[in-house]
């Protein structure tokens, strides 16, 4: 599908005609689409917060994220290493030898982000609680 100036359509949120899409925008979230599904994914919003209290080793942030599996963490710690968002450390003054994952600046800078995100759950919750409810009743 194609709009008359060639371009991709997309559907407005208030009209059920097509809207185009100018080749700009889709550039931009060809640019974003990558970054955030490296920071977005389930588990790297959780493991990066609980980093941003303190450095801990692998069966701490297990505790800590109940429900993820040892190769979904093994897994997002790669990948949140290898996007510069986290640093490992291998302990050496311990046996056996420990391992140590803190959060880096950049990893950081996702901080202010997170605890926005954290408080609009913490505040709407609650009503998207509600608003899954109404729509399994109104399914059933």
């Known amino acids: 599908m194609s709009a008359t100036n060639g371009g991709p359509l997309i559907k407005a949120c208030s009209s059920h005609k097509p809207k185009a899409v100018s080749p700009e925008a ?65 302990l050496t003054t311990t046996t056996p030898v420990g391992v140590e994952y803190t959060i880096t600046s950049l990893g950081r800078s996702l901080q202010q982000p997170f605890e926005a995100l954290y408080a609009w759950s913490m505040t709407f919750g609650p009503e998207l609680e509600r608003a899954q409810e109404e729509y399994d009743r109104l399914r059933e």
Do not use: Y
């Open 26 to 90: 889709l550039l931009d979230v060809e640019k974003a689409r990558p970054v955030l599904e490296q920071i977005a994914n389930k588990w790297s919003v959780l493991i990066l917060t609980v980093l941003c209290t303190r450095p801990s080793r692998f069966n701490e942030i297990m505790r800590r994220l109940d429900g993820i599996t040892h190769k979904a963490l093994a897994d997002a710690l790669k990948r949140l290493e290898r996007n510069g968002l986290i640093r490992r450390e291998v």
